[in-house]
């Protein structure tokens, strides 16, 4: 069951990508990422898959709430994606991109 939903979050409020890393833009990383304001959500994910919750600074409005995302990195999004690509909807398609990105640099 946590599978399911965790997919359904993954599909509505995050983002899975193959991205550079910030300083020597030639390193790529499979990331997976989550953003809200419920905390609890985002432990949540922690607690079942592991990665790293963090504190987002950039606030839009002064009275707004407190963004929070999650992030799985690297190698670490490979069985997560495993596990939750059956239920993917929307997400289906990146989550099978980074895996096989993993694959193939494996393969070599």
């Known amino acids: 069951m946590i599978r399911a939903w965790t997919a359904g979050i993954i599909d ?10 910030r300083k020597d833009k030639i390193t790529k990383r499979g990331v997976v990422q989550v953003g809200n304001t419920d905390f609890r959500m ?12 963090y504190q987002n600074s950039r606030r839009k409005r002064p009275r ?3 963004i929070w995302n999650w992030m799985l990195v690297g190698w670490k ?3 997560f994606l495993i596990k939750i690509e059956p239920y993917l909807v929307c997400k ?11 694959k193939c640099r494996a393969n070599r």
């Open 12 to 21: 509505g409020e995050g983002c899975i990508g193959i991205y550079q890393t």
């Open 92 to 102: 289906k398609e990146k989550a099978r991109d980074v895996i096989n990105f993993y």
């Open 42 to 53: 985002l432990q949540t994910l922690q607690n079942n898959f592991g990665g790293g919750i």
């Open 77 to 79: 999004t490979v069985p």
């Open 64 to 66: 707004s709430k407190p």
